[in-house]
Structures are given as structure tokens and as C-alpha cells.
């Protein structure tokens, strides 16, 4: 299939998903948290409120928002895992004995990382995210080596009207997108310590950082869930 008769069925799609009715909607990626009691005190530590909310001591659920109510149910803030890691930037003391650790002392982050080819369609490249429910893959050249990040985020803001984008190669597709990861990717040593990982994340403002090799091949990725669940467990 040639990139017009994919452009043409993607363009179809879009109009059937135009004229779709949204019947419900079901919120997967916050939850909903009251930290407030009536006297105004505060209902949990902040070490609390990661294990109950962010994170799931009975599942690999993990929320990436969570919205804070006041004891009358209205939402007067909502928290990030970026707020999070911002916080524990800020107040490096949290870190504890885990500071100068190095990345590999650690264990830290997810050494299995998914890559997908730059020049693989970008359709496919988001169908295999959503079989392996994963929200990023790495972009990677014909010699592995890291060029790029694919991420959900990616399709923020895309209208009916861009669905044929969605049959371009993922190196084109981030490079029209000029909000994209390309621009956001974050990479660093296995030497680096968590001090440093907390650093750059929270001022790059990333979800992720990859951790390269000499040749920039990308053998761990570690995202904010992973420096939040060291912290709370360690």
C-alpha cells in the first residue's frame, strides 16, 4: 500500500470517528483525591498521597494527575508526578541516601526499552504502544541509535483534518510537529546519579530521560513513575 491509498483510508476514518457521538467518558489517566478535612487540617503525608493516589499498591495502575478536592467535593488544584518530581528537586533532602547513588547502583528505570524505527509508519508505530500499554517508545535510526521519542503527547491537539499525518514516517510526523519530542528528548549517562536524573527532569519538564551508551544506543529509560516509586519504597 502506497502512502496516497493510506493517506485516502486514514482520511475515512476520520470522517467515521467525526460523526461519532461521545456516549461517555471515562478519565484512565488521574484520580480524584480529598486532602482536606473540615477543620482544614491535612488528611495524609505526602508519601500517602503518592501510594494511594499515584500509585497502586495492588496493581501497576499508575495515575499521572490527580485532582485535590476541599471537604466541599470542588476541585482546588490538580498535582502532576511532574509537580512531584519538581518538589523533590527543590528539596533535594527527600533523596536521602539514594543522592549520589549512580543510575546503575539503583537498578533505576526499565532496561527493556521499546524502540521504533524512524522511518516505520506512524499509525503502526502508536498501534504497538497501545498492545504493550505503554505511553513512549524510543525513535531510533537504522543503526539503533537514539534520534527520538514517540509519545502519546504527540497526538495532542491533532484535528480530524491531520489523521493522514498519521501514515507519515515517525521521523517526518516529529518534525511537522514542532511541539514534539524531538524537542523534549532527554538523554544521559549510566553513570549519572539520581540527583542528577531529579535534576534534569523536573527542569526539562520531561516524562522521561534515556540513558545512551557511547554510540547513543539507548539501554534504559526512566520515567517520572520510576524515580517516584524509588522514593516512596526506599
Not at 503525608?45 to 499521572?64: A, G, K, W
Amino acid at each position: 500500500t502506497d502512502f496516497s491509498d493510506l493517506a485516502n483510508c486514514l482520511g475515512r476514518a476520520a470522517e467515521r470517528f467525526g460523526e461519532m457521538q461521545v456516549l461517555n467518558a471515562i478519565a484512565t489517566d488521574g484520580g480524584l483525591l480529598r486532602i482536606t478535612k473540615h477543620g482544614g487540617e491535612a488528611d495524609l503525608s505526602l508519601r500517602e498521597i503518592i501510594t494511594t493516589s499515584f500509585l497502586s499498591s495492588y496493581s501497576d495502575l499508575v495515575y499521572h494527575r490527580v485532582a485535590v478536592t476541599n471537604c466541599d467535593g470542588l476541585i482546588i488544584k490538580m498535582v502532576s508526578q511532574t509537580d512531584l518530581v519538581t518538589y523533590f528537586n527543590l528539596h533535594r533532602d527527600i533523596l536521602g541516601s539514594n543522592r549520589e547513588k549512580t543510575i546503575e547502583e539503583l537498578s533505576l528505570g526499565n532496561s527493556n526499552v521499546f524502540t521504533v524505527s524512524e522511518l516505520s509508519p506512524v499509525f503502526s508505530s502508536f498501534a504497538s504502544l497501545h498492545r504493550r500499554n505503554i505511553s513512549a517508545a524510543a525513535v531510533v535510526n537504522e543503526r539503533g541509535c537514539l534520534v527520538g521519542n514517540l509519545s502519546v503527547s504527540d497526538l495532542r491537539g491533532m484535528s480530524i483534518s491531520q489523521f493522514s499525518d498519521l501514515a507519515l514516517p515517525v521521523k517526518d510526523f516529529l518534525l511537522n510537529d514542532q511541539s514534539s519530542s524531538i524537542q523534549d528528548m532527554v538523554t544521559t549517562s549510566i553513570e549519572a546519579t539520581l540527583e542528577n536524573v531529579v535534576e534534569l527532569l523536573s527542569e526539562a519538564r520531561v516524562h522521561r530521560v534515556y540513558v545512551v551508551d557511547a554510540a547513543r544506543i539507548p539501554i534504559v529509560v526512566i520515567t517520572l513513575t520510576d524515580v517516584i516509586r524509588l522514593l516512596v519504597t526506599s
